[in-house]
Every structure is written in structure tokens, then in C-alpha cells.
């Protein structure tokens, strides 16, 4: 119930932004001019029946890997359709408000909390999916995760150049490179304080079409199209290439013919979705209750799921399948929060989000498992809310110095995994996940380690977000001996949040990453797809999106998704052009 008070007062309290100066639009730069889409549109059910529509692919999810897939097929000479639950947001409606963006950008109205309410999993549910929300952060798969995927997982693709390729060819197109980065105080005071402390850090290179990108607001959606993310990029490659669109369509299940193979064996056929599409209103708008609803059939050749690690594996599920391996397996990249005030103004809300990462601490366990520290996006919606409940006073004097803070994430490459799977009164997807004691010792690990890094940049005061911890204020005295963080008061202090650790079921985790629910492997007793991205035991129907990572990727999964999507769509392309090729063939013989 606190965290509602919280998140309510933060976004909506009409004297806060007065407080700090904070605009709720970004001052900086100018609004963009976004791609022209063009969505397909139904009769009224006035015409009666299941409408049909025909196409060699269905792509159902316009995020990271829908998008990247939509593009190859079609640029293969493929008619390919893509649908999507969510509506398009042109830039004169972005950055949304805190409370729009929740309900019209992201799943469940902002978040899902896991069963246990000790997590909080924000997720994108957007034209362009989680590419729409997220931070710019494009990093590529490090090589010991692809490494531990090639040899622990039997899975070559990940150690191959073609896979490379992939990576570097959605890297391209998105113009990511480090090159424009202007850093904020935030990300300054990261790699300054690592570097004082000789720790490994760099920065992160952004997907900004080569451009600088001084934005905080991205999470909101990005107004300028200086992010560039699937809907600045590989969706209008592929409408170019032919693509339709089809937004308000809530794909409901994929529909099979079953038929046996040479060897008797029964193959699951995928013929296509079956969904209904619900229209704007006369005025555009997705909120009024006179929009008309359509049941519709999309009949393809191929079926190419990319609903995200919490929506995959809910609608395999709806289809009928029963691998044991749907929606188990969840990584999230669990992190905690640490923040500090500044004497001075820091408007942490300005400048980009994230362009730094100190990665010293990514190797804990000796198995490329452990934490990276990164900034925070400090929205008031965003960061206030983590903020541990006393009592109201506390809070709202806490909230009045946000334009003094910074505040940073410590994200874990998680070894436990969770679950996804249907509520079972109205079937939305439930997440069962609790942060592991393993996991949360690496937290710990990188809590101090943001502390220290805060405290040789000379923050005045350091705090965490873990409730009943006090925060550590630096006395004029010890800045004078100037100890670095030999100072024996913040010694005492970092031993204090050690010994106190996280109170459980109070202390809250949060996570913007999704992995793994429909993980490739190289038999059906171990994953859900092989590894060419194809469902086990079907035909005709595979997965591309983040569900199929075969554990976390310890970085932001954008650029793997992307390129996870890019591979097994080639090969999608390659084999409907090798049946083409055989069909013709056939003919001319006949």
C-alpha cells in the first residue's frame, strides 16, 4: 500500500515539480518526425464472419525481435504482417506523462509484482516493445556468456561468426557507438569514482544513429526519434520492404493442422493465428468504450512469435502446448538502488539516462557470474518510489531534494530463475521469482561498491534503498583528513548495511530485463526451441525474442535480442526459399 501512496503522490502531486524545477516535458532538443505507418484496417461486424487474411509470415510482437525479423523476411521478398496488442505513438505524443506512459507503453499499468511482492518487474507493451521504453544502452553479448552458451548449452551458433555478424549488423543500423556521448553528473560521478579507485568501467555506447542523445526521458518514449529503436529503424525497413501492420490485435492462439511425417511421427502444423483487433476510436484514441472489435484469422506459412519473455510463453500455453519448459527459467536481472545528495544541483533528470557502466564486479563467482553498476533513471515517478517508507514528512522532505541526488542501479547477471505462468481466473502472466541468497550477495558486494564510488566523488550524503538502514552523512571533520574511503565513520557504516542485508519480505528488488521463459536448446527434454529458433515438436512456428536466451545475458538484452531475431530469421528466409526453389522445380519437371 506504500509503495501505491508513493508512486501516486510522486507523479501526480501538483507542488513537487515546482519544488524541484522539474519539467515534465524535456526542454532539451526538438520534437522528431516519425516513419508514416500504415495499419491495416477491418469492416464493421456489421459484415459477418472471421475475417481472413493471408500472408507467407505472421510476426506476432513488434518489439526487438519482431521488428528485426519483420524487416529480414520481408527484405527476403516475403509478405509478411506484423501484429501487435499496443497502438502506435507518434512523436508529437511522446515523452507521455508518468501515468500515460504506464497505462499506453508498458505491461499491467507500469508493473507486475511477483507473487511474493519482494520483486517488481516493469516490461514494455508497446509499438516497438521494450525498444520504445528502454535507456539506449546497446551492448553486445560478452564473450564469456556466448562462451558458456556454446559449451555449456551445446549451443555453436553463439561462438560462430555468423552470430557476430548478427550483432554487428543490428548494431549498424542503429548507428550505436560511443562516439556523441555527453555524460550527466550521474554518469560522470560513475566513472570518475571507479577510475579514482582503479576499477574497470567505460562507457556505454547508445543506439543514436551516431548522434548525441541528451535525453532523460526515454523511458516516457522518445518526442526527438533520436533513439533509435525499432520504430525508428527496422519497422520502417520493413513497411518499405512491403510489410502490413496490425495494431489492437490480441493474438489469442496459434491455430495447428496436424499432419504425420514420413516416419509416422505427428508434426503440429502452424497455420496461422487467430486474434481479435479492436480499432481506435473515431477520434484515434485507444481509451473510449465505443470501438467496434473484430475476430480475425491471419492464415501464413510461418508463425514467428515475439511477445516477449512474459507474453511468449503465455501464448504457446493458450495454443495448446505442453513443453515443461514454457515458462520456467526466468531470468530478470534482479538490482537494488543506491543514491547520494550532492551540495550542489544536480537536476538529475536531465542528460542521458545511461552511458556508463563500471564492470569490475561482473565475474564474482568465477562463472561470469556478478553485478555491473549503472545509473538510474531519475524520473520522480521513478526514483522516489524505491525510497523506504517511515512516514509521510520523511518522505516528502526526502522527495524535495531529488534535484541534489544521484542514484545508481546494482544489477545482477542472476544464476537463480523464476516462473511465468497464467493466473487462473483471467489467464494474464503471473511471475514467481525470488531473488536467490546468491544472487543477493552479489548485490551486496555491488550496494558498497556504488557507496564507495559515491563517496570519493564527495557525495554529502549516501543512502540504500533497503529499508531500516540508515544513511551515511559525512561529517566535515573526516573530509578534512581526507581518508578516501579509509574514513573509519563510513568503514563502520559500510559494515552496518553488510551486517543488515536485506530484510525479507520488506526489502524490494526491481527489474527491467526478461529472459529465458522459452530457452533454445539443442534437445526438447531441455528447452522449448532448437536452435534454429523452431518450437519443438511443431512445424512451421518459432520464437524470436528474448524468451529463447539460454540463461541471463549480465548486460542490457536489447542487442542480443536483435540479433538472436536476426539469425533465426535468415534462416527462416533461407528455407522458405529453398521450397520455393524445390516447388518450381517440380513443376518445371511436370
Known amino acids: 500500500m506504500t509503495s501505491l501512496i508513493k508512486l501516486y503522490w510522486s507523479r501526480t502531486s501538483p507542488t513537487l515539480g515546482q519544488v524541484l524545477s522539474y519539467p515534465k516535458t524535456p526542454v532539451h532538443g526538438k520534437p522528431g518526425k516519425g516513419f508514416p505507418f500504415l495499419f491495416l484496417q477491418f469492416p464493421s461486424l456489421a459484415i459477418e464472419g472471421l475475417e481472413t487474411v493471408d500472408a507467407d509470415v505472421v510476426v506476432v510482437g513488434s518489439g526487438c525481435g519482431g521488428a528485426v525479423a519483420a524487416k529480414t523476411l520481408a527484405e527476403a521478398g516475403l509478405k509478411v504482417i506484423v501484429v501487435d496488442k499496443s497502438y502506435y505513438w507518434a512523436p508529437e505524443h511522446l515523452p507521455m506523462s508518468e501515468n500515460n506512459a504506464a497505462v499506453h507503453l508498458s505491461m499491467n499499468g507500469g508493473a507486475i509484482l511477483s507473487d511474493d511482492s519482494t520483486i517488481s518487474v516493469v516490461a514494455g507493451q508497446a509499438w516497438g516493445g521494450g525498444g520504445t521504453i528502454n535507456w539506449s544502452a546497446s551492448l553486445q553479448t560478452q564473450g564469456f556468456v556466448r562462451r558458456e552458451w556454446s559449451e555449456q548449452h551445446g549451443l555453436k551458433l553463439f561462438t560462430s561468426a555468423a552470430y557476430q555478424a548478427s550483432l554487428d549488423r543490428v548494431c549498424e543500423r542503429m548507428g550505436v557507438s560511443t562516439d556523441h556521448i555527453e555524460h550527466n553528473k550521474t554518469n560522470r560521478v560513475l566513472l570518475e569514482g571507479a577510475r579514482k579507485l582503479g576499477w574497470s568501467a567505460k562507457a556505454v555506447p547508445q543506439n543514436t544513429g551516431g548522434e548525441a542523445h541528451n535525453c532523460g526521458y526515454c523511458t516516457l518514449g522518445c518526442g526527438s526519434c533520436g533513439k533509435k529503436g525499432p520504430s525508428e529503424t527496422f519497422l520502417p525497413?520493413?513497411?518499405?520492404?512491403?510489410?502490413?501492420?496490425?495494431?489492437?490485435?490480441?493474438?489469442?492462439?496459434?491455430?495447428?493442422?496436424?499432419?504425420?511425417?514420413?516416419?509416422?511421427?505427428?508434426?503440429?502444423?502452424?497455420?496461422?493465428?487467430?486474434?481479435?483487433?479492436?480499432?481506435?476510436?473515431?477520434?484515434?484514441?485507444?481509451?473510449?468504450?465505443?470501438?467496434?472489435?473484430?475476430?480475425?484469422?491471419?492464415?501464413?506459412?510461418?508463425?514467428?512469435?515475439?511477445?516477449?519473455?512474459?507474453?511468449?510463453?503465455?501464448?504457446?500455453?493458450?495454443?495448446?502446448?505442453?513443453?515443461?519448459?514454457?515458462?520456467?527459467?526466468?531470468?530478470?536481472?534482479?538490482?537494488?538502488?543506491?543514491?547520494?545528495?550532492?551540495?550542489?544541483?544536480?537536476?538529475?533528470?536531465?542528460?542521458?539516462?545511461?552511458?556508463?557502466?563500471?564492470?569490475?564486479?561482473?565475474?564474482?563467482?568465477?562463472?561470469?557470474?556478478?553485478?555491473?553498476?549503472?545509473?538510474?533513471?531519475?524520473?520522480?515517478?521513478?526514483?522516489?518510489?524505491?525510497?523506504?517508507?517511515?512516514?509521510?514528512?520523511?518522505?516528502?522532505?526526502?522527495?524535495?531534494?531529488?534535484?541534489?541526488?544521484?542514484?545508481?542501479?546494482?544489477?545482477?547477471?542472476?544464476?537463480?530463475?523464476?516462473?511465468?505462468?497464467?493466473?487462473?481466473?483471467?489467464?494474464?502472466?503471473?511471475v514467481q521469482y525470488t531473488v536467490s541468497k546468491f544472487d543477493k550477495k552479489h548485490i551486496m558486494e555491488g550496494i558498497v561498491a556504488n557507496a564507495k564510488i559515491l563517496y570519493v566523488e564527495g557525495a554529502a550524503e549516501i543512502f540504500t534503498m533497503i529499508p531500516g538502514l540508515p544513511a551515511f552523512v559525512r561529517s566535515t571533520h573526516a573530509a578534512a583528513l581526507d581518508q578516501g574511503i579509509n574514513d573509519p565513520a563510513f568503514q563502520t557504516w559500510l559494515q552496518q548495511v553488510r551486517t543488515h542485508g536485506f530484510p525479507s519480505p520488506d526489502t524490494a528488488f526491481g527489474s527491467a530485463h526478461q529472459m529465458g521463459t522459452c530457452r533454445m536448446s539443442t534437445t526438447p527434454g531441455t528447452g522449448v526451441v532448437d536452435p534454429n529458433g523452431r518450437v519443438w515438436g511443431t512445424e512451421g512456428l518459432y520464437v524470436a525474442d528474448a524468451s529463447v536466451l539460454p540463461s541471463a545475458t549480465g548486460v542490457n538484452p536489447m542487442v542480443t535480442t536483435m540479433a538472436i531475431a536476426d539469425w533465426i530469421s535468415k534462416g527462416i528466409a533461407a528455407s522458405m526459399s529453398a521450397e520455393r526453389g524445390a516447388q518450381e522445380e517440380l513443376k518445371a519437371r511436370l
Open 237 to 430: 525497413d520493413a513497411a518499405r520492404a512491403g510489410t502490413t501492420f496490425i495494431e489492437g490485435f490480441d493474438a489469442q492462439e496459434i491455430v495447428f493442422e496436424d499432419t504425420s511425417n514420413e516416419r509416422g511421427v505427428v508434426d503440429r502444423v502452424a497455420v496461422g493465428v487467430r486474434g481479435t483487433w479492436l480499432c481506435r476510436d473515431a477520434h484515434g484514441g485507444v481509451s473510449s468504450s465505443a470501438r467496434m472489435r473484430r475476430p480475425v484469422f491471419i492464415r501464413a506459412k510461418r508463425v514467428v512469435v515475439s511477445s516477449g519473455t512474459l507474453q511468449t510463453p503465455m501464448f504457446l500455453k493458450r495454443s495448446g502446448l505442453v513443453n515443461q519448459h514454457i515458462g520456467l527459467h526466468l531470468k530478470l536481472h534482479p538490482v537494488s538502488w543506491v543514491g547520494a545528495v550532492f551540495p550542489e544541483d544536480v537536476r538529475p533528470w536531465e542528460g542521458s539516462i545511461l552511458t556508463a557502466v563500471v564492470n569490475e564486479f561482473e565475474n564474482l563467482d568465477g562463472k561470469g557470474h556478478g553485478v555491473k553498476l549503472e545509473a538510474m533513471c531519475m524520473l520522480p515517478g521513478w526514483w522516489l518510489t524505491s525510497f523506504p517508507w517511515t512516514n509521510g514528512l520523511d518522505f516528502k522532505l526526502f522527495a524535495s531534494r531529488m534535484k541534489n541526488m544521484v542514484g545508481y542501479i546494482t544489477l545482477a547477471r542472476d544464476k537463480g530463475s523464476g516462473t511465468v505462468y497464467p493466473d487462473p481466473k483471467d489467464g494474464r502472466a503471473r
